[in-house]
């Protein structure tokens, strides 16, 4: 018995473990290649690609204006930081919360989308399911890869 204990409390810590290590590499990664791209685009503050709000902003000036439907609307960037800090600040409020957490996390996948169509654009689609079903690593190890690549300015 205290050796099935002890073998499912290794067990979780392994697990702990790979998770958080995965989750550090993915954003580095992250931070590196947005920081790249922002700096290939001329994009003023690159090196906000390293705080946790600020590659929001990174990531809302490389798409451009989000476009639904007919509407457009200018610097996605607000959007996004406004959307991220609405949905934390309503987060206890039973059905508010949750309906900004459904936005925001279709925001995001919009937004991985909307850069990978930009810079491996025949590769966007699975890029982005890739990114739904690994968030903590795959997304940084994409960005990383794409951060010298020139963007396909017909895509946005």
Same mark, same amino acid.
């Given at each position: 018995?205290? =050796?099935?204990?002890? +073998?499912?409390?290794? /067990?979780?810590?392994? &697990?702990?473990?790979? *998770? $958080? #290590? !995965?989750?550090?590499?993915?954003?580095?990664?992250?931070?590196?290649?947005?920081?790249?791209?922002?700096?290939?685009?001329?994009?003023?503050?690159?090196?906000?690609?390293?705080?946790?709000?600020?590659?929001?902003?990174?990531?809302?000036?490389?798409?451009?204006?989000?476009? =639904?439907?007919?509407? +457009?609307?200018?610097? /996605?960037?607000?959007? &996004?930081?406004?959307? *991220? $800090? #609405? !949905?934390?600040?309503?987060?206890?409020?039973?059905?508010?919360?949750?309906?900004?957490?459904?936005?925001?996390?279709?925001?995001?996948?919009?937004?991985?989308?909307?850069?990978?169509?930009?810079?491996?654009?025949?590769?966007?689609?699975?890029?982005?399911?890739?990114?739904?079903?690994?968030?903590?690593?795959?997304?940084?190890?994409?960005?990383?890869?794409?951060?010298?690549?020139?963007?396909?300015?017909?895509?946005?």
């Amino acid at each position: 018995m205290d =050796f099935f204990l002890a +073998s499912i409390g290794t /067990a979780a810590f392994l &697990l702990i473990a790979v *998770l $958080l #290590l !995965s989750g550090i590499v993915g954003y580095i990664l992250s931070a590196l290649g947005l920081m790249r791209m922002a700096q290939n685009r001329g994009i003023d503050n690159a090196w906000l690609a390293w705080i946790p709000v600020g590659n929001l902003w990174i990531m809302g000036q490389l798409i451009g204006p989000l476009r =639904f439907g007919d509407k +457009s609307y200018d610097h /996605a960037e607000h959007i &996004l930081v406004v959307g *991220l $800090l #609405l !949905s934390v600040v309503l987060s206890r409020v039973p059905v508010i919360g949750a309906l900004l957490r459904i936005i925001m996390s279709l925001l995001t996948i919009y937004t991985f989308f909307m850069i990978f169509k930009q810079y491996a654009e025949d590769r966007a689609v699975l890029y982005t399911v890739i990114s739904i079903l690994l968030p903590t690593l795959v997304p940084g190890i994409l960005f990383f890869s794409m951060r010298f690549n020139e963007p396909n300015m017909l895509t946005y």
